[in-house]
């Protein structure tokens, strides 16, 4: 089946703590990219990457870091969480640039907490 | 700077109603509009895409229209049902490749 997983899917951690969130795809996606969504904000990008070692800032890519060392994977990285970092976290992945019309495909998301 | 506004935040309605969600954005330099669905505990699922060029995309009970120019989108949902009950949420594409969110309608359909 065709999907993107990640996890965890839910994480309590204190702040300072380095956690990072695993997202893989196995559709052979080019592109994949992480969002957050919180109450009345809608989902903002943080960071995504257009191919293998590329990658670029999203919207609210502070406090966050990423790497893209092969095709299928893409972690988020929080060096030193803290509590606005409390969200819930969704990677998402595309055969190609958005712009081509090509349709996103989501996980089912990982809902953090940081005390 | 892409702003979008889904209007209401939140509907109820009997089953079998026909029902209609709003979406606005600010910057009508777009390369599409898409509507998503989400559900409780799951992420998000594609269902329609409307290229700018297009004004409206159908699947099945679904119907979205765009009109660029008045920076509008409805999302049409014909002969709702308890199963439509999620969070739908539009997003638009500008030219930095980046899809700008609103922050969705929770719907509710029951028996």
Known sequence: ???VTQNPRYLITVTGKKLTVTCSQNMNHEYMSWYRQDP???LRQI??????EVTDKGDVPE?????RKEKRNFPLILESPSPNQTSLYFCASSSGRLSGANVLTFGAGSRLTVL | ???VTQIPAALSVPEGENLVLNCSFTDSAIYNLQWFRQDP??????????QSSQREQ???RLNASLDKSSGRSTLYIAASQPGDSATYLCAVLGNTDKLIFGTGT???VFP
């Open chain 1, 40 to 42: 009345g904000l809608g």
């Open chain 2, 41 to 50: 505990g799951k992420g998000l699922t594609s269902l329609l895409l409307i």
């Open chain 2, 1 to 3: 700077k892409q702003e």
């Open chain 1, 1 to 3: 089946e065709a999907q």
């Open chain 2, 106 to 108: 929770r719907l509710q």
């Open chain 1, 63 to 67: 406090g966050y870091k990423v790497s």
């Open chain 2, 58 to 60: 159908t699947s099945g």
């Open chain 1, 47 to 52: 960071y995504y990457s257009m191919n293998v």
